[in-house]
């Protein structure tokens, strides 16, 4: 959509975007802004999902709410985001038994700005698709999950993939591979690891 051709596309490994949307906030119940840069310092997620009222999506969100806990244990933001307005974001969690106690600020991105900046809008239908950004504290994106509309997607390995992200922060040079998890062997690439990975998980 040539209107937004101002705005950076997410990429990964690069600054995020930046947005300052409207969102409802389902615990106090009521709008609030919310910019990026305010954001500074902290873990985000940034978990779209393309619209209030649909199938998919309300299971998702209570996956991602069962997991508040653990979200909060690791110093995670999580905001929940799609191109609807802020206030089918409210009807939506009074009406749907799944959004009954929904912890997370609901990003209105209803110009469709944000969700075109990150790649994921179908500007067709004006819905975004189901986008996870993983944004570290200096606003670098650091992982990026996009998955088919009727797929949901998983907390746990978010939630992974978050443990694993600030372990490798903290331990400069080190590297997790497939299906690490905290106390799990960690890799330190180099020339003396070539050809001999197997060998040095096995130690």
């Known amino acids: 959509m040539e209107e937004f051709a101002q705005y950076a596309i997410a990429k990964i490994d690069e600054k995020a975007p930046h947005f300052h949307l409207p969102a409802y906030n389902p615990l106090s119940d009521a709008e609030e802004s919310i910019d990026l840069d305010d ?12 619209a209030d009222f649909t199938f998919v999506c309300p299971t998702e969100l209570k996956d991602m709410a069962k997991a508040k806990s653990q979200f909060d244990d690791l110093g995670v933001e999580v905001l929940a985001a799609s191109t609807d307005t802020v206030f089918s974001h409210k009807a939506w969690t009074k009406h749907e038994k799944l959004m009954e106690g929904f912890p997370y600020k609901m990003l209105a991105d209803h110009n469709l700005a944000t969700a075109d900046a990150y790649n994921i809008l179908d500007e067709k239908t004006g819905i975004a698709g189901r986008g996870t950004f993983i944004i570290d504290p200096e606003g670098i994106i650091r992982g990026i999950e996009v998955t088919s509309g009727p ?50 998980l096995e130690k």
Do not use: H
């Open 151 to 200: 797929l949901g997607r998983n907390s746990e390995e978010l939630l992974r993939k978050i443990e694993a992200l600030q372990y490798m922060g903290a331990n400069p040079g080190t590297a997790c591979p497939a299906r690490w998890v905290p106390g799990n062997k960690t890799l330190t690439p180099g020339m003396d690891l070539v050809g001999k990975v197997g060998d040095e």
């Open 39 to 50: 954001l500074k310092g902290k873990w985000i997620v940034l978990f779209f999902y393309p």
